[in-house]
């Protein structure tokens, strides 16, 4: 009797002590555009406290369904909240801001589009990078998949919601960037936190993205990076603190430092 007892006590302080460890870790999951600035985020929790923060890059509508379902502490989106997701009892803190910049291939002579060539270009009203002063060849259009919280931000702001005919859909920015990169007559979009030499990125209305043009509302085609929690479900103690971080003053710097530019 007394062995079965140690052996249940034993079992019993396992999984106390393996709960105890995972409790440690805070699990965040969504958007792939927001890689950089919650790794920058989680490095610096990570060396201040010893708590270990995970990142899922599966996409800011499954990063939103996530927290929705419990499977996650904290969801990553690049997009607004939907009113249903609101109504379902979730909310979204704004961390920072985010221009979604358009880009071609290097070869490409075209340095300026108008915000109404870009939605005619998306919709497939115009076809040929010779209409728009470049170099004759058929407009290649990469966009992002289905869900993707760069893609409706981009559609939004450009008047192409639903309505873009793309060549490619693909599931990542950094996707996006190579495709471009390799092909004379693509264009594309991405964040501006995510862009690389190797792709050129254009003025819109001869507006260049910036933290000044971004934050006064120069630069149109923008979206915000948020939090998103689930106000049903209460953060437990270390995810909580590392939300009470990435939201603090403190926090600015990194998230400049990553790229986009704190939303305060």
Known sequence: MRKTISVVLSIVLFICLLGCKNNKNVSTDGSTSMELIIGALGEAYEMKTGITVTYNPTGSSAGIKAVSEGRCDIGLASRKLKKEEIENGLKETVLALDGIVIIVNHKNPVGNLKMSQISAIFKGEIRNWEQLGGDKGEIILIGREAGSGTRDGFETATDTLHKAKYRQELTSSGDVITTVSKNAFAIGYTSLSSVKN??????????????????NGNYKVQRPFIAVTNENKPLLENSRNFFEFITSEEAEDIIRFAGVFPAG
Not at 206 to 215: H, L, Y
Request: hydrophobic fraction near 35%; glycine fraction near 0%.
């Open 198 to 215: 190797n792709v050129k990125t254009l003025r819109i209305d001869n507006v260049i993205p910036s933290e000044e043009t971004i934050k």
